[in-house]
């Protein structure tokens, strides 16, 4: 049985202050033995198309996919939609809520899959991480 690593992430608002949380959660990477997955807000998108009447800066997408395969994490497909957050106004989409995982978590659970839900009270839709083998 592996041990399993669940980092709960919520990412500052400020790209400085972001990118310091990239190198601090690298370090939990690096340092932990066992499987990893980093879950939260990480109020960062990977490319353009995950945004949606919001202002995309190439440089921080940039960063965050540099800190991704620094920390050899890969994500599941999401369904369901794509964007986890919705403005209040209801006119500004952006997908900065994920679910990361080691290569090794992946391999273990390779069926499983990554849906986003409707959207409740917050902000931010929730996401559903699931194995249909085990339903």
């Excluded at 006119?91 to 899959?113: E, H, N, T, Y």
Aim: glycine share 8%; proline share 4%; charged share 25%.
């Amino acid at each position: 049985m592996n041990k399993i690593n669940v980092v709960n992430v919520y990412a500052p608002n400020d790209p400085v202050d972001r990118r310091a949380l990239w190198g601090e959660l690298l370090s939990v990477r690096k340092s932990v033995a066992g499987l990893c997955v980093f879950v939260g807000d990480f109020n960062e998108v990977r490319d353009t198309s995950k945004r949606l009447n919001s202002e995309f800066i190439a440089s921080n997408a940039e960063v965050f996919n540099r800190f991704i395969n620094y920390a050899e994490l890969c994500e599941y497909q999401m369904g369901g939609g794509s964007f986890t957050y919705v403005s209040d106004k209801g006119d500004k989409f952006s997908k900065i809520d994920r679910v990361l995982v080691c290569k090794d978590f992946k391999d273990c659970w390779p069926g499983a899959s990554l849906n986003v839900l409707p959207k409740g009270c917050s902000d931010h839709r929730p996401l559903l991480v699931g194995d249909p083998r085990l339903r």
